[in-house]
Every structure is written in C-alpha cells, then in structure tokens.
C-alpha cells in the first residue's frame, strides 16, 4: 500500500543552518512525488515535484528509490522558509495523491 | 492567488446535522480532489471527479458523498455529522489527473 512518513513533527533550526525535511515513502512501482509548503494564514502550495528536478526558494529533494526517500534540502535556512511542508506522492491510481502528516519547520533569528 | 476558491470558510453545527461544503476550481481545470485535515493529522484524501465523472476514492465515510457538476464546482456533503468529523477540509484542482494540484484556502468544519 502506498504510504508518505515524515517521522519529524517540529523542525527548529538557526537562520543560515542547513535544514534537511525528510520523507519516505512506500511504493511498488514508478512514484511521483512532490514536496507542498503552506506558509502562516496562506493556502497549501505546491513546491517542487521530483520529475521537475529543480530548485525551488533554494529547496531540492532528490528522489533515492533505493531508500525510498524524498527528502527535502536547503543548505542554508532562512527565517521566511518557517511553515508547514508536507511530502506527497502520486499513487498507482494517477487520480489518488497520499501526503505525509507534515514537518513544522522553525527558524529561528 | 491560486484560484480556488471554497465556501463557507468556517461552519459551526450540531453532531447529527448535514452540511455542504463547495469548491470550485482553477478555470480550465477539470479535476477536483477533497481532502480532510484533522488535528494533528496530514491531508486524508477523500475523493476524486474528473470533468463530473468520479474517478477515486479514499478514505471516504459512507456518510460523505460528493459530486461535481456541469460548470465543473463541486460540492461535499457530510450527513449525520458526529464530533470527530470536525477538520479542515480542502478542496484542490488541477489541469487533469495526476498534476499538481491547487489547493483552496479550506473550510473549518466544527461540530458540537
């Protein structure tokens, strides 16, 4: 069955520290999988999807099918990235996406 | 602003009550997805339509239905509410199935 693990509730990190959200994932078969952020009082968004391999806000995620894992990187935390981000991954069924329970990332001044 | 827009924003009710909750998407996009958020919890998905046809479910109670309509909004009904149906639901949309998705800003669902 198909599942998304953020094992990390709560992220606190200083201004300019390295900041690593993981995500893992259960899948058998080719994932899609995506990274969303919803900053305080505004709408969840979507940040950046693995097949994009892109960076995003200085964010990259890169896609480990041997660890199942999808985490999300920024070498250099800024205090504007504090909020909700929440892996997600497309499912067999193209029309089901599965999210994780969400990472609260903190950074602090 | 990514356009989709959910109504009410908020609804208060009594456990035992039917609600609706409506959603209507990006314009031009054809798929809807309904999400539930409880405290503490990720995004459950619910349902999916394509262009008014239902195309997924998950974990969806037999108390919630849901349907999409010719102008492509959709609508989320919830009957016999109990307490734990309080959350916050989501509405997203995209192109076609499987994009990414474009969440609405949610309507907080409070039963007493």
């Known amino acids: 069955a198909q599942r998304v693990t953020q094992p990390e509730k709560l992220l606190s990190v200083f201004k300019g520290a390295p900041v690593e959200l993981k995500c893992n994932y259960s899948?058998?078969?080719?994932?899609?999988l995506f990274w969303y952020v919803q900053y305080s009082r505004q709408r969840l968004q979507l940040l950046l999807r693995?097949?994009s391999r892109e960076s995003i806000k200085g964010f990259t995620a890169d896609l480990n099918k041997g660890e199942t894992s999808f985490h999300l990187k920024k070498p250099f935390a800024q205090e504007e990235d504090s909020a909700m981000y929440y892996c997600?991954?497309?499912?067999?069924?193209?029309?089901?996406?599965?999210f994780g329970s969400g990472t609260k990332l903190n950074v602090k001044p | 602003d990514s356009g989709v827009t959910q109504t009410p924003k908020h609804l208060i009710t009594a456990t035992g009550q039917r609600v609706t909750l409506r959603c209507s998407p990006r314009?031009?996009?054809?798929?809807v997805y309904w999400y539930q958020q409880s405290l503490d919890q990720g995004l459950q998905f619910l349902i999916q339509?394509?262009?008014?046809?239902?195309?997924a479910k998950g974990n969806i109670l037999e108390r919630f239905s849901a349907q999409q309509f010719p102008d492509l909004h959709s609508e989320l009904n919830l009957s016999s509410l109990e307490l734990g149906d309080s959350a916050l639901y989501f509405c997203?949309?995209?192109?076609?199935?499987?994009?990414?998705?474009?969440f609405g800003p949610g309507t907080r669902l409070t039963v007493l």
């Open positions: 997203a949309s995209s192109v076609d199935a499987g994009r990414a998705q474009y």
């Open positions: 899948y058998s078969g080719s994932p899609e």
């Open positions: 693995h097949i």
């Open positions: 997600a991954l497309r499912g067999d069924n193209f029309n089901k996406f599965y």
């Open positions: 314009s031009g996009d054809l798929s």
């Open positions: 339509y394509y262009n008014g046809e239902e195309r």
